[in-house]
């Protein structure tokens, strides 16, 4: 069963910079990112970064002009690039997307999540 990974999370210090994956484990014709969420503990799940059907992109106001989502349609991939990074912004991030196969599109994929920590 083809999911959702996430890649690239970890412990980083306040300032620093990380460069969060996700990709889908087999084989796909295409991926359509919806964005990338993240979900602190005792907190709901919130959009950090989104990707509108029109391709415009939104952030979460605490993200903003830090964060940058990205994608790579010939890999299959999407990024979320996340600079001077906050102990606030420690989480597990999630990647949220639909995944075109041989028999068709299939939406609302979600990743099992990778743990970012933010810390000195």
């Known amino acids: 069963q083809v999911q959702l990974v996430e890649s690239g999370g970890g412990l980083v210090q306040p300032g620093g910079s990380l460069r969060l994956s996700c990709a889908a484990s087999?084989?796909?014709?295409?991926?359509?990112?919806r964005g990338w969420y993240r979900q602190a503990p005792g907190k709901q799940r919130e959009l950090v970064a989104g990707?509108?059907?029109?391709?415009?992109?939104n952030y979460a106001d605490s993200v903003k002009g830090r964060f940058t989502i990205s994608r790579d349609n010939a890999k299959n991939t999407v990024y979320l690039q996340m600079n001077s990074l906050k102990p606030e912004d420690t989480a597990v991030y999630y990647c949220?997307?639909?995944?075109?196969?041989?028999?068709?599109?299939?939406?609302?994929?979600w990743g099992q999540g990778t743990q970012v920590t933010v810390s000195s």
């Open positions: 949220n997307a639909d995944l075109l196969f041989s028999t068709g599109w299939l939406y609302d994929y």
């Open positions: 087999g084989s796909i014709f295409a991926l359509n990112a």
């Open positions: 990707i509108a059907p029109g391709a415009s992109i």
